[in-house]
């Protein structure tokens, strides 16, 4: 899935074409779109059904979603929510899906979490290890070269928790966040925003490994789009 800077990147390129919300409001998208992912298990916050479960590629269900929530989408803590889960299933269908292929032990295309063993980059022509591919010199490692990109290029705004009664009222309604973790999970991710931004300059384009940052860029731009012509 896409790091939390980029997600917090795509919320804040939507809120700047949707119709102009206080702070407060746009304290509230943030924080929805940045909830899901403050979570021990990630199953129901975005929403993989039993059907894909067992999958790598666990796509949210955005009916599901719009099931449960979708009375209140209009509310920019759900919008957020929304966003979110909006953006990790464009991840996994305009990206993943365009990059990479995924094999078993026996190099045969394979699709289940616990079979696959091998990655293949397209466009590298490149066949990684698992293991390998989803490390820090990797995969995991793109994203730590990229957030400080992102956040400066956004100017990323992360999302605190100040919010009178009612307000929190309407946050609590999306009952699949766990409230006995996120705020210090939210915690912890600011300070790694903080010190990351802090020691990047700003406009030094990232060498990557495995992404491709220009469509990584246009992903943000089309997400962002559909979220505001909700």
Not at 19 to 41: H, S, T, V, W, Y
Not at 123 to 132: A, F, P, S, T, V
Not at 212 to 230: F, N, R, Y
Request: with cysteine; charged share 25%; hydrophobic share 40%.
């Amino acid at each position: 899935m896409p790091s939390y800077v980029i997600h917090l990147s795509c919320a804040k390129r939507a809120l700047e074409m949707l119709p102009k919300m206080n702070a407060q409001e746009q304290n509230a998208f943030f924080l929805g779109n940045m909830i899901a992912d403050m979570c021990r298990d990630k199953h129901y916050t975005h929403f993989w059904n039993d059907a894909t479960y067992d999958k790598l590629v666990r796509r949210p269900d955005l009916d599901w979603f719009l099931q449960k929530y979708g009375d209140a989408l209009q509310e920019p803590y759900v919008r957020g929510y929304y966003a979110h889960l909006l953006l990790d299933y464009n991840f996994l269908d305009l990206y993943w899906d365009r990059h990479f292929r995924f094999y078993n032990a026996q190099k045969q295309p394979e699709m289940l979490y616990d079979a696959v063993t091998f990655v293949e980059v397209l466009e590298q022509q490149r066949m990684y290890d698992r293991q390998e591919f989803f490390s820090k010199k990797w995969y995991y490692g793109d994203y730590d070269r990229m957030n400080a990109y992102f956040a400066n290029r956004y100017n990323v705004t992360f999302p605190n928790l100040e919010f009178n009664a009612k307000e929190w009222e309407r946050i609590r309604r999306i009952t699949e966040i766990d409230w006995d973790y996120a705020p210090e999970a939210m915690e912890r991710t600011k300070a790694q925003l903080s010190q990351s931004v802090a020691i990047t300059e700003p406009g030094i384009i990232p060498q990557l490994q495995i992404f491709v940052l220009p469509e990584l860029e246009q992903l943000v731009e089309v997400t962002a789009k559909k979220v505001a012509e909700i």
